[in-house]
């Protein structure tokens, strides 16, 4: 799956910013990308870009329009669907993460169809694939994986992949969720995969490159987690990781949506994934921490990160606050 | 997905008894099941069946036709559609196993709403499942699992929930793949399940249950296999397994279809497996060790089961060739 870029970011008529997580990650990871947004009348989300209308947007160079916004539920609202005639009217392509497909939306396909525009539902894989091979293959590669969803594989990865570049490291960020594909413009939905494929999708999502190349992978799940494991370890499997980047929430005790469960001392999770690692590459490593501090204060992020440093031997940071530079380093000085 | 049992095989012109494995397996499992076989002219596989058309087979009572053949390629061939009609005009539901759809058989899925019957694609879900939730449910679950894929899980579940079955203990076999589910008559084909939903759909496979019944769950895949260990942990966390039964073939070094790797010594198997395991239920145990001997004489099958009983502490037999009684009272003694 490949996106036509920049985008356009279509905000419909989001009452709070919580539902426009998609748009703010568009916005602070590839404001480049980004080449205006579109809001409906009773909008409340600003992201502070320039106002445009699809036409005007594809004038500018757009190529696709992108609803950057998932409400509770995560269905597409009727009063979006004019827009999304005029974004095809227009010649742009419609992007969408919801659990709504496009074509289910009256007279969108045959629209797209008539102007020679591209549907893209990033939930669904768009390909089918083969079982992993588990044989390994040439290039180097980072995976971030975590105590729990949701605390920060997705901006730990790409974080590292953009300070990899920023010294001169050939790296691509790989995406495996919904945001990450909008950010990165490609990738592979992995918990929409058929289970049978999953080592075997992410052995295509980072595919053979050179040897001095990274590939910074987005994690999914949890290796913990009695939800998503099964994916986890077949992204583990498929992503073949020289090393791994353990994110986690300081403040958390136990799974979020299973809070009987729970998480395991760092030092038991570091381990468990590097088993796991090292059937598919005998020399996985892991390579620092990433704590989600969002909820701290700064002297007490500080103290969460010496914290986990002294538990598990690694340097550890919050990627958003502190940066990756100690990450990296560790990194590039063990390979 | 539940089958309209009795069957009528259709073995259509089947050259070689290896591509009838699942005929093999309908009749040696549930022979009761069965009515008889349907073979075409140049048929070379005999199950030693009552020979009937379709319309003989429903006059003696079967519910369903089911292909107990899947030719290398798991195509349909066009020399069988006129039976799969003239199943559907005598009233019996069609059922296969076979990557091609029924319901891409010309003008079949017409015949069959004609005739008011079914078409089963036992490779398709065919229903959705939401995510696992890991919350512990009553009754008591058995899961086969491997040190690799196609040595015997599924032989194995059967013959311990008959063995339960027979000493009055209430126990049900639960199928996670197509045969299993031709035997069953039930069953989550759980390769073909989104990744998302693994856990999920075997949660859903073995509902909760009374405190003392037991679903013997057919394993699937490998823990250490690069291909299919996303469905293995899975179907280990969904199932929630009080007891764990280890399958291996004691001629194996090395996985059969990816030969660089090489299968741990058994006791290290069962520590992964048990590992996985306790996340949902702590109380997991392993309760032996069943082995797939067939390529061995007896007196060396003797010696293998010998060899894995000092290596592990457990019980350790063929259940083909010596029966699982010694499991099965090691398991009952446990519990």
Chains 1, 2 share one sequence.
Not at 134 to 148: A, C, I, M, P, S
Not at 227 to 245: C, F
Not at 272 to 277: C, I, K, P, R
Not at 297 to 312: D, I, K, S
């Amino acid at each position: 799956m490949v996106l036509r870029k920049p985008y356009l970011i279509f905000l419909g008529d989001a009452a709070d910013a919580s539902d426009a997580k998609t748009a703010f990650g568009l916005r602070d990871w590839i404001r480049e990308d980004v080449v205006g947004q579109m809001r409906l009348p009773h909008c409340r989300v600003d992201l502070g870009l320039p106002e445009m209308t699809p036409r005007r947007a594809c004038a500018a160079g757009a190529g696709s329009l992108v609803i950057g916004i998932a409400p509770v539920g995560g269905g597409l609202a009727p009063a979006w669907i004019s827009t999304l005639h005029e974004a095809a009217a227009a010649g742009l392509d419609i992007v969408s993460g919801m659990h709504t497909r496009l074509r289910e939306v009256p007279g969108l396909a045959e629209a797209a169809a008539r102007h020679g525009v591209r549907l893209h539902d990033v939930r669904e894989p768009g390909r089918s694939f083969t079982v992993g091979s588990g044989v390994k293959r040439e290039g180097r590669r980072l995976l971030t994986v975590g105590t729990d969803c949701a605390l920060g594989k997705k901006y730990t990865a790409l974080a590292i992949a953009r300070a990899l570049q920023a010294r001169g490291v050939a790296a691509d960020f790989r995406a495996t969720g919904q945001t990450g594909i909008l950010i990165a413009g490609s990738g592979v939905p992995l918990d929409a995969v058929v289970a049978d494929f999953i080592s075997g999708a992410a052995e295509a999502l980072s595919p053979a490159a050179a040897p001095d190349h990274w590939d910074v992978i987005e994690g999914q799940g949890a290796l913990c987690h009695p939800s998503y494991a099964g994916v986890t370890l077949g992204l583990v499997h498929g992503s073949q990781p020289d090393a791994l980047v353990l994110c986690h929430d300081p403040l958390l005790t136990h799974l979020k949506d299973a809070p009987h469960v729970p998480i395991a001392p760092l030092p038991q999770v570091l381990d468990a994934y590097l088993a796991a690692a090292r059937l598919t590459n005998p020399k996985a490593l892991a390579v620092g921490v990433a704590l989600n501090t969002s909820a701290l204060g700064e002297p007490e992020a500080l103290r969460a990160c010496r914290a986990a440093e002294a538990l598990t031997g690694l340097p550890a940071t919050d990627p958003i606050r502190f940066g990756v530079q100690t990450l990296v380093d560790h990194l590039l000085a063990q390979q």
